[in-house]
């Protein structure tokens, strides 16, 4: 296995850091914003070769605060599922990983209203399974979603509305490592992916991992606030919505992708 794949897809070091959200500097008005995200999903929030945070999550909202003078934004890095739990507490004030909506959060939380990337969700098996193209057709086999996301929901939500053929979900706490060989070894039977997340594991793992049907939803992603943070929401929605009227926001998508990839064919 390549070392790129190995220093971007095993970063689960650092997490549940104890930082208060919300403060401001001392001896002036500017703000302090904590943003939680992870480290363990490239090209969007991971760990480079110096352990730095990295990613199209990180750039972009780096892009933004360099656009805020009234605020400045610290990074805290907490595993997928800390993250809203993280803002329930006050410890962050902006959830940043790929977040789409649901009905669940949409009560709970505020949501942004500039989305910042757009995907399309689907089945993924290992080359050469057939018989798999819908929910249906996984019905008794092993599924391997993350827990608390909306893959998950959906998953879970079939399973309610079809209690006598159930899936078997597996809450995936592991690795990408993991999750690949688990699928190429028939371990697990298929998992949920996005188009993007099928080709960058393909192009680091060296896998072989298909999409299967049609898709499964089509997710626009969102940072996520407390519900009282109404005017940092507008404020950074107002820089979201200029820097994707410019085509900045594409191009840092873009980067992020290319720099993931480059790193993997200088290092492998």
Not at 49 to 66: I, Q, R, S
């Amino acid at each position: 296995m390549k070392r790129i794949a190995a220093i971007l897809l095993t970063a689960g070091l650092l997490f549940g850091l104890s930082a208060c959200g919300g403060g401001t500097d001392d001896g002036n008005s500017v703000r302090t914003v904590v943003v939680g995200t992870s480290n363990d999903y490239p090209p969007y929030c991971y760990l480079d070769g110096n352990g730095d945070l990295v990613g199209f999550e990180k750039e972009l909202l780096d892009a933004v605060d360099a656009r805020l003078p009234q605020y400045k934004f610290k990074y805290e890095i907490y595993d997928f599922k800390n993250i809203l739990t993280a803002l329930d507490t006050g410890r962050v004030d902006i959830a940043a990983h790929q977040y789409g909506t649901n009905p669940e959060r949409e009560e709970k939380y505020l949501f942004g209203t500039v989305p910042y990337f757009s995907t399309e969700d689907f089945i993924v098996v290992a080359a050469g399974t057939e018989g798999i193209a819908s929910l249906d057709d996984l019905a008794g086999k092993i599924v391997s979603v993350a827990p608390a996301c909306n893959w998950a929901l959906m998953l879970e939500d079939y399973n309610a509305a079809h209690p006598e053929t159930p899936i078997q979900i597996e809450y995936y706490e592991s690795t990408p490592q993991i999750l690949s060989s688990n699928l190429e070894n028939g371990v697990i039977d298929a998992t949920v992916m996005t188009t993007a997340d099928v080709q960058l594991m393909n192009t680091l793992l060296g896998t072989s991992f298909k999409t299967v049907g049609a898709p499964l939803s089509d997710t626009e992603v969102f940072h996520i606030y407390a519900k009282d943070e109404t005017q940092l929401q507008a404020d950074i929605d107002t820089v979201l919505q200029e820097l994707k009227d410019s085509g900045e926001m594409e191009r840092l998508s873009q980067a992020a992708l290319d720099s993931v990839i480059k790193n993997n064919k200088e290092l492998g």
